[in-house]
Nanobody, 124 residues
Framework: QVQLVESGGGLVQAGGSLRLACAASGRTFSNYVMGWFRQAPGKEREFVAASSRGSSSLDYADSVKGRFAISRDNAKNMVYLQMNSLKHEDTAVYYC?????????????????WGQGTQVTVSS
């Protein structure tokens, strides 16, 4: 079992930045691929970014490439999502997710553990 708790969401103007954090507890954090997903009202949960277990490989949705950056600190059991140049369409609840695998996935069904989510609202 892995417990995940997100923080750092809030209200920001378009063009601004936010940094989300996800604290993990439980099993060995470095054994998990970590991902960020988001869900806007009335829409399906969508992939945002993922990091391999040792951060050697990162993956991003096309919609956030060049604006968002995922990172992790295995010594602190933390994963982060730096979000720059935010747009109104980035407004969503953002979720941290963990996958006990060597490879990452862009589908939410590929992740076993989820945080409660943190709201990000970008005003236009």
């Amino acid at each position: 079992q892995v417990q995940l708790v997100e923080s750092g969401g809030g209200l920001v103007q378009a063009g601004g930045s936010l940094r989300l954090a996800c604290a993990a507890s439980g099993r060995t954090f470095s054994n998990y691929v970590m991902g960020w997903f988001r869900q806007a009202p009335g829409k399906e949960r969508e992939f945002v970014a993922a990091s391999s277990r040792g951060s050697s490989s990162l993956d991003y949705a096309d919609s956030v490439k060049g604006r968002f950056a995922i990172s992790r600190d295995n010594a602190k059991n933390m994963v982060y999502l730096q979000m720059n140049s935010l747009k109104h369409e980035d407004t969503a609840v953002y979720y941290c997710a963990a996958r006990p695998s060597f490879s990452y996935s862009q589908t939410y069904r590929g992740y076993n553990y989820w945080g409660q989510g943190t709201q990000v609202t970008v005003s236009s």
